[in-house]
Each structure stands twice: as C-alpha cells, then as structure tokens.
C-alpha cells in the first residue's frame, strides 16, 4: 500500500505560481511512477504529468508544457508539480497518483494505471 497526501494548494491570481507537493509513505518508490491529474468543474480527470521516480524521466500534458515541472525529492518520499504563468482555465483539484512500473515506464497517463491516489487539493486561479 502506498500512502499519498497532497498540499499546497490555494487561490492565487492569473500568472502566479504555487508549488503543490504529494508526500508519499508505506513503500519505497524507486519502481514507482507519480502523476499529477487534475479535474475541473464538471469536467474529466486529466492528466498533467508524471514522473518515473528512479530514472527521474519526465511527461508533461501539452497543456501545461513549458508552465509546469514535475519532480521529487528521493530523501523526503515527495513529489512536487511547480506551476508558474497559472491561468483560470488550470482551476481544479489536483490529484497525486502512483503506479508500480518498470525502470524507465513513462507513458501512464490515463487515471485507470493507477493504482494509489491522495485526497486531492484545490487550485483556484482568479482573472
């Protein structure tokens, strides 16, 4: 079993930034991928990044390119999703996720590959 909280969440306004970060306990992560989804007001789940935790290889949405950074910090167990030049259209939960995988898996992004998932936080970005 792995455990997952996610934090960092807030209200912040159009081209801000926050750090949300995804504390991780009960296994050791080094086969494990993370990802970060994220789900708006009435819509799906959708991915926005993932991580392969020993490789440290990342994927990034297309949405989110160039905006957001995924990483993690081996001796905290924490994955962080840093969001910088934030715009309205990112208002939603955001939900850490985690998988077994093989050493360099990438490719999760559909919600039904994971097998953990945290309780989520809530990113509101104002106009």
Same mark, same amino acid.
């Given at each position: 079993q792995v455990q997952l909280v996610e934090s960092?969440?807030?209200?912040?306004?159009?081209?801000?930034s926050l750090r949300l970060s995804c504390a991780a306990s009960g296994r050791t992560l080094s &086969?494990?991928?993370?990802? %970060?989804? @994220?789900?708006?007001?009435?819509?799906? @789940?959708?991915? =926005?990044? =993932? !991580?392969? %935790?020993?490789?440290g290889t990342t994927l990034d949405a297309d949405s989110v390119k160039g &905006?957001?950074? !995924?990483? @993690?910090?081996?001796?905290k167990n924490t994955v962080y999703l840093q969001m910088n030049s934030l715009k309205p259209e990112d208002t939603a939960v955001y939900y850490c996720a985690a998988r077994p995988t093989m050493p360099y898996g990438l490719g999760y992004t559909q919600p039904r590959e994971y097998d953990y998932w945290g309780q989520?936080?809530?990113?509101? =970005?104002?106009?």
């Open positions: 960092g969440g807030g209200l912040v306004q159009a081209g801000g &086969r494990y991928a993370m990802g %970060w989804f @994220r789900q708006g007001p009435g819509k799906e @789940r959708e991915f =926005v990044a =993932v !991580i392969n %935790w020993s490789a &905006r957001f950074t !995924i990483s @993690r910090d081996n001796a989520g936080t809530q990113v509101t =970005v104002s106009s």
